[in-house]
């Protein structure tokens, strides 16, 4: 009995030093990061015509470490000042299933219509006074980290701005918007809950 626990324990030891040694071995290279405005789609039967624009995020990355990836999350942060030169920071978290290792994976985000009225006074998102911040994780632990920065910040915003407020429904996953289902296999595919 006490050889077989021993061994059980050992097996067990073998399994979670795989596990770690291929955990350290996956990395997400984020390669590109757009920011850029998309009307509200128009569909065959909308009885009167869309007239709003989003601003949508989208993410190009590679990824490695793993054949499949069951899950990653992306952490989106973005950052916008509001009417008084305020910073306004935006958060979101989505959870991608079945993520296979390769190049030119995407995933997007997007600002509310309303956000630049409601918060900045305009009638039109201003792209260029904006900040991006995309972090993947895969088990929790992160694996690649790129940004994109339009408006004047330190290095560390990211860190800074973790701790603050945020503003709460204004940055949606792609599932929570008029988008959801257009260009449905040119991003990866979110876990419905």
Known sequence: M???LTC???LLF??????TAQAQKMSATVKDIKIGTV????FKDSREPNKNYWCRFVATFDISG???FNEIEVKWTVAASNADGKLLV?????????VEEGRNHKVCAFLK???????QNRTQFDTNNMAVCVEILSGGKRIGFGEKRNLKLPDSWV??????PSVKGQLLPKSKTPFAAMDYDSYEHEKMN
């Not at 009307?39 to 128009?42: A, F, G, L, V």
């Not at 935006?90 to 079945?98: G, K, L």
């Open 8 to 10: 059980w324990i050992a």
């Open 113 to 119: 219509p309303s956000f630049t009225r409601k918060y």
């Open 2 to 4: 006490k050889r077989m």
């Open 159 to 164: 860190n800074q701005t973790q701790s603050g």
């Open 39 to 42: 009307k509200t789609p128009d």
């Open 14 to 19: 073998v399994v979670l030093a795989t596990q």
């Open 66 to 68: 793993a054949k499949w």
């Open 90 to 98: 935006m958060r979101e978290s989505v959870i991608y299933e079945d």
